[in-house]
C-alpha cells in the first residue's frame, strides 16, 4: 500500500506569483482614471459648497451696508480708509472686519494653482485684534472676484468665480476637466463648460455664445460698465 504523500505545497512559485503581481498592476491600471475623476468629482463638490458659504458672507455683508458688496466706501465706512479694490483678496477681507466670516478656508480650493497655501484660518494679532497682515495672505485665495456689484444688480452677473490662469485672461482648463466655477448675484452656483476654440477657448459663454466680462453679453448689456475691467484676481504668493 502506497503511503500517503505527505508533502503538501506551501506559497507559489515564482511564475505563479508574477502573474498575480501582473493582474493585480492590470488591474490597478484599469481602475487609476475612475478614482482620479471621483476625487475630482469630489473636489468640484467641495469648491462649490466653499463658493456658496462665500456668497451667504457676501449677502450678510450686503445686508449692512446698503445692499453694497465689498468696495472701497464700503472699506471706509469700515476701517476708515477707502482702500481701493486691487484684487480678490483685499475685497475679500472685508467680509472679516464686518464679522460676516471668520474662516479662511472657504477661500481655499484644492488644487488651486493660486491658493497654493492651506488656510490656517488665523486672522488675529498676537494681542487678539483683526490684523488685515494675517486675513486672505497671498496664496491663501482662490477666488476671484466681480467689483463694483450689488445684491440687486442684474441676477445673472458672475460674482464669484475661479480666478484665471496667472498671466492670462482665460480660465484653467486642467482643473476642472475644462470647466470652471462661476456663482452668480442670484446665488446659482455651478461648474460651467469651457470654449474650446478660437476666441471662445478657456472662457465661460453665456446662453447666447457670449463671454461672460463681454460688454455684448445680455447681463451687462446697457449697464455702461467694462465687466472686464471690474474682475479682481486673488494674489499669488511670490517665490
Known amino acids: 500500500m502506497k503511503k500517503p504523500n505527505s508533502k503538501h505545497r506551501k506559497g507559489f512559485t515564482l511564475v505563479e506569483l508574477l502573474v498575480v503581481i501582473a493582474i493585480i498592476v492590470a488591474l490597478a491600471a484599469l481602475a487609476t482614471p475612475q478614482i482620479f475623476k471621483a476625487l475630482k468629482r469630489a473636489a468640484m463638490a467641495e469648491a462649490i459648497n466653499n463658493v456658496k458659504q462665500v456668497k451667504l458672507a457676501l449677502d450678510s455683508f450686503a445686508m449692512d451696508f446698503d445692499g453694497q458688496y465689498p468696495n472701497k466706501d464700503t472699506s471706509k465706512r469700515l476701517t476708515g480708509s477707502e482702500e481701493e479694490i486691487t484684487d480678490a483678496n483685499t475685497a475679500y477681507r472685508q467680509l472679516f472686519f464686518s464679522g460676516d466670516t471668520q474662516s479662511e478656508k472657504i477661500f481655499w480650493v484644492k488644487g488651486s494653482s493660486i491658493a497654493t497655501s492651506s488656510p490656517d484660518d488665523k486672522i488675529t494679532d498676537g494681542s487678539g485684534t483683526i490684523s488685515e497682515n494675517e486675513i486672505l495672505k497671498p496664496g491663501d485665495c482662490h477666488w476671484a472676484y466681480v467689483s463694483e456689484q450689488s445684491n440687486v444688480s442684474n441676477p445673472s452677473r458672475p460674482l464669484v468665480l475661479d480666478s484665471f490662469k ?10 476642472w476637466d475644462n470647466k470652471a466655477v462661476v456663482l452668480r448675484i442670484d446665488s446659482s452656483a455651478r461648474a460651467e463648460r469651457l470654449g474650446v476654440t478660437g476666441e471662445a477657448k478657456n472662457k465661460v459663454l453665456d446662453s447666447a455664445g457670449e463671454n461672460i466680462f463681454s460688454t455684448q453679453s445680455a447681463a451687462w448689456v446697457g449697464s455702461g460698465l467694462q ?7 486673488p494674489l499669488k504668493r511670490s517665490n
Not at 227 to 233: D, F, N, T
Open 166 to 175: 496667472s498671466g492670462e485672461d482665460n480660465f484653467d482648463p486642467t482643473l
Open 227 to 233: 465687466p472686464s475691467q471690474l474682475l479682481e484676481q
